[in-house]
């Protein structure tokens, strides 16, 4: 078990066990971070913004709160739980470090999809330096917190609907792009947010989190499918 999972599994089994039932609340979704390194309270706070924007029309009540302010004590609809890999810094100074293709992956839980996921700021902020969009730190807080925001939608897809299966276009994709993590929009499809929204209104199914056995759904970056110094998208 990875030191992230192992951290958080009896806060999770504590709140498994607490009589949640089915709630008249709208719909709502609690995400727990965890961070391995440093990070940018800038880029977070715009990762914040553009997955609200990404989920809006699914008409949800979001939640963002730190692994180490939980007590064990607190009951949620649905988490997500995520573990934000490598240096989240935005600083457009420092040298990047790539660790391999993934952006982000969703962990298994015996043999069950769980709301375990991880996201690397490390090849998220490897890709962002290989053009010259962002010029400035703050430039550079907008641009990581915005590809932030759009793997970890990916993920939150995958967790909370239990699938496997990536969808042809949009946020699902199996693979992003450069384009597809810094310019222009990144949304899902209709029928996704439809499914997103019934996932959320049912009851959160409990799983055995006292192991992750392996992981699967790697989001993998195609580096080199778009020229993106001529097409990100301005950050004004």
């Not at 992230?4 to 066990?17: E, H, I, P, S, T």
């Not at 993934?102 to 330096?129: K, N, W, Y």
């Not at 994709?173 to 597809?180: E, G, H, N, P, Q």
């Amino acid at each position: 078990m990875s030191h992230f999972a192992c951290k958080v599994a009896c806060l999770v089994a504590a709140l498994a066990l607490a009589p949640l039932g089915r709630s008249t609340e709208p719909r709502s979704l609690t995400i727990i971070m965890q961070f391995e390194h440093r990070y940018s309270a800038a880029s977070v706070e715009e990762m914040k913004v553009e997955f609200e924007r990404i989920v809006l029309p699914a008409k949800l009540r979001l939640e963002w709160l730190m692994v180490d302010g939980l007590t064990g004590r607190e009951t949620f609809q649905q988490i997500v739980i995520v573990h934000f890999k490598g240096d989240c810094e935005a600083d457009h100074t420092a040298a990047a470090t790539r660790s391999s293709q993934r952006l982000g992956l969703t962990h298994i839980v015996g043999d069950a999809l769980s709301p375990f996921t991880e996201l690397d700021c490390g090849q998220i902020r490897s890709l962002m330096a290989q053009n010259q969009a962002a010029e400035t730190t703050i430039q550079f807080a907008r641009l990581l917190g915005r590809a932030m925001a759009r793997v970890l939608a990916h993920e939150v897809y995958h967790a909370v609907l239990k699938t496997t299966q990536h969808g042809p276009r949009g946020i699902t994709k199996a693979s992003l792009t450069r384009a597809d993590l810094f310019s222009g929009t990144l949304r899902f499809e209709p029928d996704q947010i439809a499914r997103l929204g019934d996932a959320l209104t049912s009851f959160a199914a409990v799983h055995d989190r006292s192991a992750v056995t392996s992981v699967v759904l790697p989001v993998n970056a195609k580096a080199a499918l778009i020229p993106v110094a001529s097409r990100l998208a301005s950050t004004n």
